[in-house]
């Protein structure tokens, strides 16, 4: 009941514009054939982003191909990945001015990594 609440008060207050922004930017990214990976993720980022609470930060395992989801982590990061967890950190900052506010900057705290490297974590 809590988890609920806590993704009812996350929507109203600005976590439905940061999903359908991840979810807009994934639909834009899957126009190209090279990023549809991306975009594909940045979809599935958008869906996690709408109900963060109650969800862990999770390692995938990616067994045999690893190495390629590594260098997609990489091009991410350099070109998408650092703005988004800035911007989850930034606001992080803001809402741990109050004290109703700390909840919520967990849960930027909780996305910022997941925004950094996608392709290495995920919200379960």
């Not at 054939?33 to 982003?49: D, E, K, N, S």
């Not at 260098?71 to 703005?83: H, K, L, P, S, T």
């Not at 990594?113 to 974590?121: E, G, Q, S, Y």
Request: aromatic share 12%; charged share 10%.
């Amino acid at each position: 009941m809590i988890s609920f609440l806590g993704n009812l008060v996350w929507l109203i207050f600005g976590g439905f514009i940061a999903a359908a922004m991840y979810i807009l930017g994934g639909a834009l990214l899957c126009l190209t054939i090279i990023g549809i990976p991306f975009g594909m993720q940045a979809i599935r980022l958008g869906v996690a982003t709408i109900a963060p609470f109650g969800k862990e930060v999770v390692a995938q395992d990616r067994g045999e191909g690893g190495c390629l989801f590594l260098v997609m982590d990489i091009i991410w990061a350099i070109f998408f990945g650092w703005e988004i967890a800035l911007a989850h950190l930034t606001g992080a900052l803001l809402l741990a001015i109050t004290i109703i506010g700390i909840p919520f900057a967990l849960q930027h705290i909780k996305l910022a990594p997941v925004a950094l490297l996608p392709f290495h974590f995920r919200l379960e």
